[in-house]
């Protein structure tokens, strides 16, 4: 995608994490498909005074992400779709390029300020009984109530994901193309993966202030911030009889953009 791009200016993960750490955020989220994302990065990168820069690993842009989310019986499945006011999601990321395997606890208030916790951990496996205690810490530190049932694998999410960083702002724009799910307890009749949104693109931007430099840019270009989670996307791809809401919306917006 990128490759026809070559004015972008690299960068490397240790820089990004300097200029743009954002463990505490504002995240915004906003759903395309790859036509309509070829047509935008162009624009968005004649913004020069942003000082656009392209994450690149070992001469590497684009990169496989493999997360693994954990669940009580779907709890936070529920929290996301009845929109609780503190929303939570816990997962297990293994990052690129040989790098770590992180446990995360992914916390967002009412007012849309998201914190990340990590904690380094030595494979993609269940939790383990001092995990859960970190992850018990993590919640009430939070003021996230919960019952203290046990965390299970619930989902394990894939996608390739590229990192526009715009230095001047200390913003991040990531985009996360060909979204694929497998269920963590498969039965006969599952799929060993599925697809989500063939052909969907979803875009995050990340930034330390509410109203977002680049999510601007996103909606002058006609590009609308939405309600989106991978995870709930996929539970509901992989069960119909759950609650739909959040894919319908999806759908209907994806078959909005193929008008376009």
Request: with cysteine; proline share 4%; hydrophobic share 35%.
């Amino acid at each position: 995608m990128f490759d026809a791009q070559p004015q972008v200016t690299e960068i490397d993960l240790e820089s990004v994490n300097v200029v743009a750490p954002l463990q505490r955020r504002f995240d915004r989220k906003f759903l395309l498909d790859e036509n309509n994302l070829e047509r935008l990065v162009p624009k968005l990168l004649k913004y020069e005074e942003f000082d656009w820069r392209l994450l690149t690993i070992e001469q590497e842009r684009e990169f496989f992400y493999s997360t693994t989310y954990f669940d009580d019986n779907l709890l936070t499945y529920w929290y996301h779709l009845k929109g609780k006011s503190l929303l939570f999601k816990i997962r297990s990321r293994e990052y690129p390029n040989k790098g770590p395997v992180m446990l995360e606890v992914k916390t967002k208030t009412g007012r849309g300020m998201s914190d990340k916790h990590r904690l380094l951990r030595n494979g993609n496996s269940g939790i383990q009984s001092t995990e859960s205690e970190w992850i018990a810490d993590c919640l009430s530190s939070s003021r996230v109530r919960h019952s203290g049932g046990a965390f299970e694998p619930a989902l394990t999410v894939s996608y390739l994901r590229t990192t526009l960083v715009a230095v001047s702002i200390g913003e991040r724009l990531t985009i996360d193309r060909q979204l694929a799910a497998s269920r963590a307890h498969q039965t006969s009749d599952d799929p060993p993966n599925f697809d989500i949104l063939p052909d969907s693109v979803i875009l995050e931007v990340k930034s330390n202030r509410p109203r977002s430099r680049i999510s601007k840019l996103l909606y002058q270009n006609r590009h609308h911030p939405q309600s989106l989670s991978k995870y709930c996307l996929g539970i509901a791809t992989a069960d119909n009889s759950l609650d739909r809401g959040m894919l319908r919306a999806a759908e209907r917006q994806m078959k909005r953009l193929a008008a376009r």
